[in-house]
């Protein structure tokens, strides 16, 4: 545990935090955040991670302009007309992409076995490319993603610890808990979408 990684864990828990008020500014936190655990996961040999906090960059860029196109003028999303619309996949979207992330994820985690020296192979393959969706996933303002969140946090506890990331770990199993409060958050708000 050091400075660096504590900023970024500060900085993931303000974006989530963020995100969950649908808050534009959420996308700014997690650009620095993904910055500083590029240099943190590479260290520890977690290079899908690494390379993952590059995607979060791209995707925080793109959420930023996506939320920006209906934000009301005190950059909050909550109660306003204008705001995009929080929406649902149906069961064949969810099963079209489990199979997407579970088929890549074991074609990546064998690749990063057999040609890398990358720690846990399989687990970081898996928890990078779910977190490539689901990321994709809050941009859309897709309901499920919280859900997505909630097993993709679970798994990457375990990852965490076993590189003696103890802080990050512990982020993460707050990240839980947040994604539990985001999806009951965004549903409430998506039952009232659905009974204006």
Known sequence: MNAVEICAVLLALAYVILAIQQRRICWIAAIISALLYVHI?????????ALLQVFYII???????????????????????????????????HLIACT????????????MHNWTDAALPFFDAATTVCALLATWMVTQKLLENWLYWIAINAVSIGLYLARDLSLTAALF????????????TWRTQWLRQQTA
Do not use: C
Not at 59 to 78: C, V
């Open 41 to 49: 996961f590479w260290q520890v040999a977690l290079y899908l991670e």
């Open 100 to 111: 997407a992330v579970i088929s890549l994820s074991l074609i990546l985690g064998w690749g």
């Open 59 to 93: 995707m925080a860029l793109y959420g930023w302009s996506a939320w920006g196109r209906h934000q009301p003028s005190d950059h909050s999303y909550s109660h306003n007309k204008n705001q995009s619309q929080i929406r649902t996949w149906t069961r064949q979207q």
């Open 173 to 184: 199993a707050g990240y839980v808990i947040l994604a539990m409060v985001g999806y009951r």
